[in-house]
């Protein structure tokens, strides 16, 4: 899978962000919660990324309407398998104390990490 541009991204966050179709005008108003967008900007990054197959479109009446096809977390699974290979496989604890040391995480983000592996091993 190919890592998207920073805008495509946002776009794509976008899209996520509902749990099934998003009609142009939807997203756009979802979008300019961030900043401005141009509609005309907009169908053109949703039609790259509809030929990058990370969306599907339907024209309904007037409008149409996409879908994601690649999940958020199937995108960020990957985005996360290219950068740990870059890193050259280092261990996880080192970059997590990275992270912390950047203050990029919280002690909540910790938390919420201990309740998921917790959930991961079965534990209660």
Same mark, same amino acid.
């Given at each position: 899978?190919?890592?998207?541009?920073?805008? %495509?991204?946002? =776009?794509?966050?976008? =899209?996520?962000?509902?749990?099934?179709?998003?009609?142009? #005008?939807?997203?756009?108003?979802?979008?300019?919660?961030?900043?401005?967008?141009?509609?005309?900007?907009?169908?053109?990054?949703?039609?790259? &990324? %509809?030929?990058?197959?990370?969306? =599907?479109?339907?024209?309904? +009446?007037?409008?149409?309407?996409? !879908?994601? =096809? /690649?999940?958020?977390?199937?995108? &960020? #699974?990957?985005?996360?398998?290219?950068?740990?290979?870059? &890193?050259?496989?280092? !261990? $996880?604890?080192?970059?997590?104390?990275? $992270?912390?040391?950047? +203050?990029? /995480?919280?002690?909540?983000?910790?938390?919420? $990490? %201990? $309740?998921? /592996?917790?959930?991961?091993? +079965?534990?209660?």
């Amino acid at each position: 899978m190919k890592r998207l541009p920073d805008t %495509e991204f946002t =776009v794509m966050k976008g =899209v996520w962000s509902f749990e099934d179709t998003v009609s142009t #005008a939807e997203l756009k108003e979802q979008l300019e919660r961030e900043r401005p967008w141009n509609m005309s900007a907009l169908q053109t990054i949703l039609s790259r &990324l %509809e030929e990058k197959g990370f969306v =599907v479109s339907e024209k309904i +009446g007037r409008n149409r309407f996409y !879908k994601a =096809v /690649i999940s958020e977390r199937e995108y &960020l #699974a990957d985005e996360s398998r290219s950068f740990f290979s870059r &890193l050259g496989r280092k !261990k $996880l604890s080192e970059f997590a104390a990275a $992270l912390w040391d950047s +203050g990029d /995480i919280t002690e909540s983000d910790i938390e919420e $990490l %201990e $309740l998921f /592996i917790k959930e991961k091993r +079965g534990e209660k």
